[in-house]
């Protein structure tokens, strides 16, 4: 069983005056199957820990173990392996590549790993048939609704059998129909992979289909009934 632990995470910001403190002391353990929403209004440091957790931001303070491997003593390029192997991101905006279709977009991860193999095509094609977009697989994404977009970020995220699978604000652009669609898919998928899921998200409504929730307040982590 996978398991991400955050002990005692702070995160502040040099100033002209005192620091900008972000993050006070945020601690949580989240195994495999579990999935957390995380809420708080813009700029309360719901991205920031969601970057730290992701390896794409170091804490002040505090550490983040994924199965134990601490990755702020990795180096470099054993950072950046870890990251495309271990952990998945979707963001608010899905950064997909636009000279690229669906399925090449969903099989960035292994060309970032030097490995498109047979089975790495496969894995794209059926990941891409879970999200529904089998009919769209050789469309651009500027081709594709936001929806859609959506949907083959969060295939490519899981791509490489990530431990770890964060979201951004996922559904952030999207209308309420499709944002509760896209939220309802993450955590169908996250099921099926049998992996961790934390999304950062301002809706209600969004979270509530999450397992566990929390609210970022002043920069500590409140567990939410």
Do not use: W
């Amino acid at each position: 069983m996978a398991e991400l632990l955050v002990e005692e995470v702070t995160k502040q910001y040099p100033t002209r005056g005192e620091p900008l403190v972000v993050l006070r002391g945020v601690s949580l353990r989240v195994t495999t199957g579990e999935n957390v929403a995380i809420l708080g209004p813009s700029g309360c440091g719901k991205s920031t820990l969601l970057h730290i957790l992701g390896t794409l931001d170091q804490p002040t303070s505090g550490r983040v173990l994924l199965d134990g491997c601490d990755a702020s003593r990795l180096s470099e390029p054993e950072l950046a392996d870890f990251r495309n192997r271990q952990i998945g991101f979707v963001f608010q905006d899905h950064h997909l590549l636009p000279q690229c279709s669906v399925l090449e977009n969903v099989l960035l991860p292994a060309v970032a790993s030097g490995a498109v193999t047979d089975d790495a095509i496969e894995r794209a094609k059926l990941l891409v048939d879970r999200v529904g977009l089998t009919s769209r697989s050789d469309h651009r994404p500027a081709e594709l609704s936001g929806g859609e977009r959506q949907r083959t970020a969060l295939a490519r995220a899981l791509l490489n059998r990530p431990r770890l699978l964060l979201a951004d604000e996922p559904t952030g652009n999207l209308d309420r129909s499709t944002a509760l669609g896209i939220a309802r898919l993450l955590t169908e998928l996250e099921q099926q992979e049998q992996t961790m899921l934390m999304v950062v998200t301002h809706s209600l409504e969004v979270a509530a289909l999450f397992g566990r929730r929390f609210e970022l307040d002043a920069g500590r982590l409140v567990q939410k009934a």
